[in-house]
């Protein structure tokens, strides 16, 4: 007999990870969901081509999402679009969490504060997952769709994220992640990125110089809770021509103000 306790509402087949206890067609379907996601609007055959499925299959799948109001379809362009279910059910995620509603009047002072675009994200499966964004009233902003990920290493709450994480967790993170080279100034070497990791825990906060996106730099701090965890993430993001090297003292201290408010309002004491 195993020695785990088996919890409320699970299976005996539960610490079983293997394919047996997955439904494949829901598996399918739900990867339709995900590639929709990644795009703002797809047609048939370009799902069908990036999921290597039969536009058939596909199209089993997009219908009967249709008809639940999980995916729409635009009649003049032919694309399908993320619907207002899966909206719905994305928001009670962000319910559970309870930092966005907290974080959102923060955010909305941040960016009038540095006239630069406002974010929110948490540690998703290894990744960055942006929860909110409060946009900057310039042409030439940062933008990321709730819900859009982003590589912790190339990413200034990512790295905020990691320098404040587990040990544990950070040298697995560091040693046995592929870490994704996007420009010449992504940290993709296991040493720099340690030294990285210790600087951005030593001085509070994360900088993200053109790591991702050439031509757009990013200031992130982490947000504890009650338990002293870094749960999220504050940053503003914006282009080099506005946040230039010489604001990052400045601007740093604003956001780093912000985290720590959020944090206190989530009954943190660091």
């Known amino acids: 007999m195993s020695s785990q306790k088996r919890l409320r509402g699970r299976p005996k087949s539960f610490y079983d990870n293997s394919a047996q206890n997955r439904i494949q067609a829901l598996d399918r379907a739900l990867d339709v969901l995900n590639c929709l996601a990644e795009r703002s609007g797809m047609t048939l055959t370009e799902i069908a081509e990036k999921l290597d499925q039969s536009p058939a299959t596909i199209y089993r799948v997009l219908a009967t999402f249709e008809a639940r109001q999980a995916v729409e379809m635009d009649p003049a362009s032919q694309e399908w679009f993320i619907g207002p279910t899966s909206f719905r059910l994305g928001s009670a995620f962000?319910?559970?969490?309870?930092?966005?509603?907290?974080?959102?009047?923060?955010?909305?002072?941040?960016?009038?504060?540095?006239?630069?675009?406002?974010?929110?994200?948490?540690?998703?499966?290894?990744?960055?997952?942006?929860?909110s964004q409060v946009e900057s009233h310039e042409n030439i902003r940062a933008f990321f769709s709730p819900g859009a990920k982003s590589p912790m290493h190339a990413s200034g709450i990512g790295k905020a994220l990691l320098a404040h994480g587990d040990e544990g967790k950070i040298e697995k993170y560091v040693t046995q992640k592929k870490l994704e080279c996007f420009t010449d100034n992504t940290i993709a070497d296991q040493d720099r990125l340690w030294a990285e990791l210790l600087k951005i825990k030593a001085q509070g906060y994360a900088f993200d110089d053109e790591e991702k996106n050439i031509g757009m730099r990013c200031i992130a701090a982490p947000v504890f809770n009650y338990y002293g965890e870094a749960v999220a993430g504050i940053s503003i993001s914006g282009p080099t021509i506005r946040l230039s090297l010489d604001r990052v003292e400045q601007v740093s201290k604003m956001v780093m103000e912000k985290a720590k408010t959020l944090s206190t309002n989530l009954g943190s004491n660091r």
């Open 94 to 131: 962000l319910r559970r969490t309870g930092v966005v509603e907290r974080a959102r009047p923060l955010m909305r002072e941040l960016m009038e504060e540095t006239g630069e675009t406002a974010n929110l994200g948490t540690e998703v499966s290894g990744e960055v997952m942006f929860l």
